[in-house]
C-alpha cells in the first residue's frame, strides 16, 4: 500500500509530505484548493508524462516521492525481469529538471517511464472523475470480466501468444512479398545463369579463343612459314645444319692447339644442338596446323558469344561475368530458401494459431459462466445505492476471428429505470448512474484482482445526501481489506474515513501555495460541519457533523 508520499516544487506545491496510514482515507477542501494535485503528482511517480509547466519554480527541480509497502505482493518476476534487488519497501523517485528533462528511480536505481508503469499496475489504482469513459471501454469491460472469471493469468498467456502470433504473420506476409517478387524475377536470372553456365567462362579464357582464332584464320601462313623454316635449318643440300656442321668439324681440329679454341667448339656444338632441336619442334608444329574451316566457326561462335556477354552485362573482363553469375545462383538459392522459410513459418503459425484459439475458447467459457453473478453482484450494489430499478446486463458475442481480446465481442448494457430498455451505458446513464456504476464495478474488481490500494478522486459525482452516505459505506468496507482514498466534496462521504486529509492553500509571497494537513478530531468536526454550511459553521452544523461520525 502507499505508505508516503513527497512533493517539491509541483504545480501550487512547495512542498509537502503526507502519510496514508491505510483503510479509508478521505481528503476534503475547497475548490481549486488543489485536491487532485497530489493525484497528479503520485501519477508522475507512477510514470505518467511531464513537462516543464508542472514546476512551480523554474530554476528549481521538481521532485516527487512515492513510498510503498509491498509485503503480500509477488512482485519477484518484475524485480527479476529489471535486475533489481526484492524488497518489502519499494521508494518510486522522479525527477523534472529545469530544462524539462525526466529522470526516474525505483529504490535509487535508474529504471524506465514504462517500467514504472507496469510496476504502477500492480500497486495502486487511480480513479479519476472523468474514468467513468472506461466503462464504455472493451479493455476494461473484459478486465472487469477477466478478474471476476479468474481469467487474468490465462488472458495475459493468450495475449501473449496473440503477439508471437501476429509477429509470425507479419513475418510470413513478408516473406510471401519477396516470394512473389522473386517468382516474377525468377525465370529471368534462370536464363541469366544458364546463359553464363553454358559460355563455359574462364579466367584470361577470352585472350586464349581470340589467339585460337586468329591461328585458325591464318592456318595457311603460319604452315607454309614453319615448313620453310625447317627446311632452311635441314632442308636440301645446302642448309644451316650442314654448314654448322662443317664449321664445327674444323673448330674441333683447332682443340689441339689451345684450350681457348676448344671453348669455341663447345659453344658452336650447343648452338648446333639447339637449332637441331628447333628443327624437329619446327616439323612437330607445322604438322598440327590444319585448316579446319569447321572449328574456325566453331571458334568465332564462342568469341562472339564471349564478346556479347560481356557487352549485355556491361563489364570487361571474364572474371566480372564470374561474379555476376555467382550472384545469380545466389539469388537462385535464396528463392529455394524463401520457400523453406515460408513452409516453416506456416508450419509455427498453424501450430500457434491452435493454441490461441483453444485458450481464446476456453477464456470464452469462463467469461460466459462469470456473467451471471456479476450481474447479480452489481444488481445489489446498485440497490444499495438507491437504484432499486436499475438493470445490468453483459452481452458477449463470438466471432469466428480472433483478435488481442480473444473470440469475444463484449457490452455492458444498462436500465436506471423500470420498464427502460437495456442499452449502452453513454446512450441511457447520467453522470452520478454512471458514478454510482463504476463505484460498484470498480468494487466488484478490486476484490478480485487484489490491488492493495486505490484511490477515488470524486467518486460521488453527481449524488448527494443517502446515496453518498451510502457510497461512503461501500468505502469504508472496501476499507477493511485494502487501502482506500477518496477526494470528495459531500460531508457524508468525508465522515466514513478512519483518517481525514484537508487541502488548503494560502496567497503569500505573491504567489498561492496548497498545503495539506491530517485533521485532528476537532477539526475534522469543524471542517465536516463547514461543509454542511458555510466557511463560519452554525451550531446545528456542528451537532449534525458529530452525528455523522458518531454514526460511522
Request: hydrophobic share 40%; charged share 25%.
Amino acid at each position: 500500500m502507499l505508505k508516503n508520499l513527497y512533493i517539491s516544487n509541483f504545480a501550487l506545491i512547495e512542498e509537502m509530505e503526507v502519510s496514508f496510514p491505510g483503510n479509508l482515507t478521505v481528503i476534503t477542501g475547497e475548490t481549486g484548493a488543489g485536491k487532485s494535485i497530489f493525484l497528479e503528482a503520485l501519477s508522475l511517480a507512477l510514470g505518467n508524462r511531464a513537462d516543464l509547466s508542472s514546476l512551480q519554480n523554474k530554476n528549481k527541480k521538481c521532485i516527487v516521492e512515492a513510498e510503498f509497502n509491498v509485503d503480500g505482493l509477488d512482485l519477484s518476476e518484475f524485480f527479476e525481469e529489471h535486475d533489481l534487488d526484492v524488497d518489502s519497501t519499494i521508494l518510486l523517485r522522479r525527477e523534472i529538471s529545469t530544462d524539462g528533462k525526466s529522470r526516474s528511480f525505483l529504490n535509487d536505481t535508474p529504471v524506465s517511464l514504462n517500467a514504472l508503469k507496469v510496476l504502477s499496475q500492480k500497486l495502486i489504482d487511480i480513479h479519476s472523475q472523468h474514468q467513468t469513459l472506461l466503462l464504455n471501454q472493451t479493455n476494461f469491460q473484459l478486465e472487469l470480466l477477466d478478474a471476476f472469471a479468474g481469467n487474468l493469468k490465462d488472458f495475459a498467456d493468450y495475449k501473449s501468444e496473440f503477439g508471437k502470433l501476429n509477429k509470425l504473420n507479419n513475418v510470413l506476409k513478408n516473406l510471401k512479398e519477396q516470394e512473389a517478387q522473386a517468382k516474377k524475377d525468377l525465370d529471368y536470372y534462370q536464363f541469366l545463369f544458364h546463359e553464363l553456365q553454358d559460355a563455359d567462362i574462364k579466367t584470361n579464357g577470352l585472350k586464349l579463343i581470340e589467339e585460337e582464332s586468329l591461328a585458325l584464320e591464318n592456318a595457311e601462313t603460319i604452315k607454309s612459314t614453319l615448313l620453310n623454316a625447317a627446311n632452311s635449318l635441314n632442308g636440301g643440300e645446302t642448309n644451316i645444319l650442314s654448314l654448322l656442321g662443317l664449321v664445327k668439324q674444323n673448330l674441333n681440329s683447332l682443340s689441339k692447339y689451345g684450350n681457348n679454341y676448344a671453348v669455341f667448339f663447345e659453344r658452336l656444338n650447343s648452338i648446333y644442338i639447339d637449332l637441331k632441336d628447333l628443327t624437329s619442334e619446327l616439323d612437330n608444329a607445322e604438322a598440327d596446323v590444319q585448316s579446319d574451316a569447321a572449328k574456325l566457326e566453331e571458334v568465332n561462335l564462342k568469341l562472339d558469344k564471349l564478346n556479347r556477354l560481356l557487352k549485355k552485362h556491361n563489364v570487361k573482363s571474364e572474371s566480372e561475368l564470374l561474379e555476376i553469375k555467382e550472384d545469380l545462383e545466389k539469388k537462385l538459392t535464396q528463392f529455394e530458401s524463401i520457400e523453406s522459410e515460408i513452409n516453416t513459418i506456416q508450419k509455427q503459425i498453424d501450430v500457434l494459431l491452435a493454441a490461441c484459439k483453444k485458450l481464446a475458447k476456453q477464456i470464452s467459457e469462463t467469461r460466459l459462466n462469470a456473467i451471471s453473478e456479476i450481474e447479480t453482484q452489481v444488481k445489489i450494489s446498485l440497490s444499495d445505492l438507491s437504484m432499486q430499478n436499475a438493470n445490468f446486463k453483459i452481452e458477449i458475442n463470438q466471432s469466428n476471428e480472433l483478435t488481442a481480446n480473444g473470440i469475444d465481442q463484449v457490452k455492458f448494457l444498462f436500465s436506471a429505470n423500470k420498464g427502460s430498455g437495456l442499452n449502452e451505458l453513454h446512450k441511457v446513464a447520467s453522470g452520478g448512474e454512471l458514478s454510482r456504476l463504476m463505484l460498484c464495478l470498480k468494487a466488484l474488481l478490486a476484490s478480485r484482482k487484489k490491488l492493495p490500494s486505490i484511490i477515488f478522486d470524486e467518486i460521488d459525482t453527481g449524488v448527494s445526501g443517502d446515496v453518498a452516505d451510502k457510497i461512503g459505506n461501500i468505502l469504508f468496507k472496501m476499507g477493511e481489506s485494502m487501502q482506500v482514498v477518496a477526494i470528495t466534496h459531500l460531508p457524508q462521504m468525508a465522515s466514513k474515513g478512519n483518517h481525514h486529509l484537508f487541502v488548503y492553500k494560502n496567497d503569500d509571497n505573491a504567489k498561492t501555495t496548497s498545503y495539506i494537513k491530517e485533521l485532528t478530531a476537532e477539526e475534522r468536526i469543524n471542517e465536516i460541519a463547514k461543509m454542511l454550511s458555510t466557511s463560519k459553521p452554525t451550531q446545528t452544523a456542528l451537532k449534525n457533523a458529530k452525528e455523522l461520525l458518531n454514526a460511522s
